[in-house]
């Protein structure tokens, strides 16, 4: 999606932006451009395709403005070309803007300023503002000097800026309340050099904090380089900064007193530190990343012998009766009960959840889009099989126009790589809208999973799982995934354990197995990469793929074919194995390769079966399984080896070959790995 960067401050600001749109590269875009006001004039620079063709635009040009403003286009109305480019200028030149977002009612704004004689120059929905600035601007100089005439689509404003001194802020405000739809727009004006103005609807924007310069950005990744003073904008809310500092607004007019928070990132987390690409060193940043969510949720006084074990856990039906009030046994053997509030205290998993959170829980729905769909797939699983609690995952786009009917008692989790995803915000937003009101049974209770709490589901939703994941560059979701499934798990352990869903000793295997996970990754990606890559070279002229898994691993089929397909730009597909006789098996003959997912467990005989099914139609095998199993070596024309896991967490090691295979294919294919063409690494729009 779109990038925004702004500067203003004792520099000069175009290298600063450059450097800052190129930290926002992998968003997705296809064109860019900066403006500056050098000598009381706009100057603006735009250029389609990558950052480098701007880059040679500007190179040899002395530009010390130390005002300015930058953008990534990822068109949405009209075509990628350079006129459609950021920024856009009002007719006379005098404003210019960038904007993240679609403006809604643009073409009727549109209409009606060139009915007042506005000149367009663009196709975009984003060129109205400037426009409309400009109006809006002539508005407040006409109303000063005693001839304004408010008529038309700039109306006699309600409220205005108090004790503002500043005209072009009022315009932006006045402005920004005439558009419809989601926008964070960055402005600048030729005749007020010292002033750079934000505004934020429903699109992300972060300003950053320097000594005496100021920063803007649509994500953070563009100001880390510079401060870790961040303060993200919310909803209605604009801003005007000057060399001297930050002024923010409410699209009232009211000034709100707001201070920046600090960043706990460094900027090398948003370097590749010797990777040929992003992906491939989020990929190999994953043993770490479940290391650090174990680290950070797990109990670890929590511990054999300790007691503590005993709480909560389902140890014999005269004693597991209860959901408000726990019995359980002490070291001497004593019947106690224990309170909902002591039973999450000694949970073994910490998630800080409060009490009334895990009160009468009776269901859960969960909405997400793309990968994060997949790990909410996964959770279900994890929290239908080991806390008992029927769930229900929708994509979030299809929950904003079909939702479930309102069931009481029930907890909505938005999960959420970026934390910016409109859709999953859409529907998170919805869902409190809907329950507001209610009786107490539906009222909303929510939990987000994000690997960025300082994001717009952050400021949306009070609880968050942050999974500690950091910042993924990659537009093809690798670590943010894994870190996703480990919230789930942790999650899914914390509720059977407060309703006494597992016995001890399933307990503890499972914990014992995720502390282990960490190094098995690690064992994959040492044994198998430079396996992986080799056999890579087999697929370069391969178009269709099919990827079969089942039950626990179905969605990791799923997650395998869209990896491929993101990055490779090949036709691949997903199935629970079972499916495949039930239409796909018509793809099959010996050109389309069928990765499968066989761990030992409930439906290990039933996959192979399954896999059998391709084989006899000449299809190549590819099977994604342990070790030494005999029968899965047997069936496979090709295998990827991964350890033996237990079954319910061979998810976090099967996914690992897949991330691998889809990026291995795609670089051998010479493609952008990183920025796939189309994709955009924040989904901003509907
Ligand atoms: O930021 P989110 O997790 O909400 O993003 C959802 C999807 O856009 C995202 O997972 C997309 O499918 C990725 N490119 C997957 O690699």
């Not at 801003?239 to 009211?254: I, M």
Request: charged share 20%; aromatic share 6%.
């Amino acid at each position: 999606m779109c990038g925004i960067v702004g500067y203003i401050g004792t520099q000069p600001a175009s290298n600063i932006l450059l450097e800052g749109l190129r930290k926002l590269e992998y968003r997705g875009y296809d064109s860019a451009g900066i403006a500056t006001v050098l000598n009381n004039q706009i100057h603006c620079v735009r250029a389609k395709g990558k950052l480098h063709h701007l880059q040679e635009k500007l190179a040899g040009e002395e530009n010390p403005a130390q005002i300015g403003i930058g953008h990534t286009r990822w068109a949405t109305h009209g075509k990628p070309e350079e006129y459609n480019a950021h920024p856009h200028t009002d007719t006379h030149r005098r404003i210019a803007v960038v904007q993240n977002g679609i403006i809604e009612n643009y073409r009727e704004l549109r209409d009606e300023l060139k009915v007042l004689g506005h000149e367009f120059r663009s196709d975009t929905d984003t060129e109205t503002i400037p426009h409309l600035i400009a109006e809006c601007l002539q508005g407040i100089r006409d109303q000063g000097s005693g001839i304004g005439d408010w008529d038309g689509i700039i109306q006699n404003p309600k409220s205005k800026i108090q004790n503002s001194s500043s005209p072009f802020l009022e315009a932006v405000r006045q402005a920004v309340n005439k558009l419809k739809g989601a926008f964070a727009i960055a402005v600048i004006n030729a005749d007020y050099p010292d002033e750079l103005i934000v505004a934020r609807q429903q699109a992300p924007l972060v300003l950053g904090f320097g000594q005496g310069e100021f920063y803007c950005a649509s994500d953070t990744p563009a100001l880390v380089p510079y401060t870790r003073a961040v303060l993200p904008l919310e909803n209605g809310e604009l801003a005007r900064l000057t060399p001297l500092g930050v002024e923010v607004y409410s699209f009232e007019g009211q000034r709100l007193r707001k201070a920046p928070r600090t960043l706990n990132w460094n900027p090398v987390m948003v370097e590749k530190q010797g990777f040929k690409h992003f992906m491939l060193k989020e990929i190999y940043e994953q043993p770490g990343v479940v290391r650090e969510c174990l680290e950070t949720y797990l109990n670890h006084e929590w511990g054999v012998g300790s007691g503590d074990q005993e709480l909560g856990i389902r140890e014999s039906q005269e004693n597991s009766d209860s959901r408000s009030t726990s019995r359980s046994t002490d070291n001497k053997g004593q019947s106690k009960i224990q309170n909902p509030k002591s039973k999450i205290q000694n949970s073994p998993i910490r998630l800080n959840l409060p009490a009334d959170f895990y009160q009468d829980l009776q269901q859960i729905q969960i909405v997400a889009c793309g990968t994060s769909w997949h790990a909410a797939l996964v959770g279900k699983y994890l929290l239908e099989q080991l806390a008992g609690i029927p769930t229900q995952v929708q994509y979030a786009s299809e929950f904003r126009y079909a939702p479930a009917p309102v069931t009481p008692h029930t907890l909505t989790i938005g999960v959420t790589q970026s934390g910016e995803t409109a859709d999953t915000l859409a529907a998170l937003e919805m869902e409190i809208q809907r329950r507001s009101g209610l009786a107490k049974e539906y009222q909303p209770r929510l939990l987000g999973i994000t690997n960025r709490p300082e994001s717009t589901l952050g400021q949306l939703i009070p609880q968050i799982i942050d999974t500690r994941a950091g910042i993924e560059i990659g537009v093809a979701a690798t670590k943010t995934f894994v870190a996703q499934l480990v919230a789930f798990y942790l999650l899914a352990l914390d509720l059977a354990y407060q309703r006494q869903a597992l016995s001890l000793d399933q307990f503890n295997k499972i914990l014992d197995g995720l502390r282990q996970l960490p190094a098995e990754i690690e064992m994959i990606l040492e044994s198998q990469e430079r396996y992986i890559e080799e056999l890579a070279h087999d697929f370069a002229e391969t178009q269709d793929f099919i990827f079969l898994g089942r039950g626990i691993n179905f969605p990791i089929a799923l997650e395998g074919a869209l990896k491929l397909k993101e990055i490779s730009y090949i036709h691949a597909e997903g199935y629970p194995a079972g499916e495949m006789k039930h239409g796909p098996i018509a793809l099959l003959d010996a050109k389309v390769p069928v990765v499968t997912i066989a761990m030992p467990g409930t439906v290990f005989e039933k996959v192979l079966s399954n896999a059998q099914e391709a084989r006899a139609r000449d299809a190549r095998l590819i099977g994604v399984t342990p070790m030494d199993e005999q029968e899965a070596e047997d069936t496979f024309d090709t295998l990827i080896p991964v350890p033996h896991v237990d079954e319910i967490l061979s998810p976090l090691v099967t996914v690992i070959p897949m991330q691998l295979l889809a990026y291995h294919i795609a670089a051998r294919r010479g493609l952008d790995v990183d920025q796939p063409r189309n994709l955009a690494k924040s989904v901003t729009v509907e």
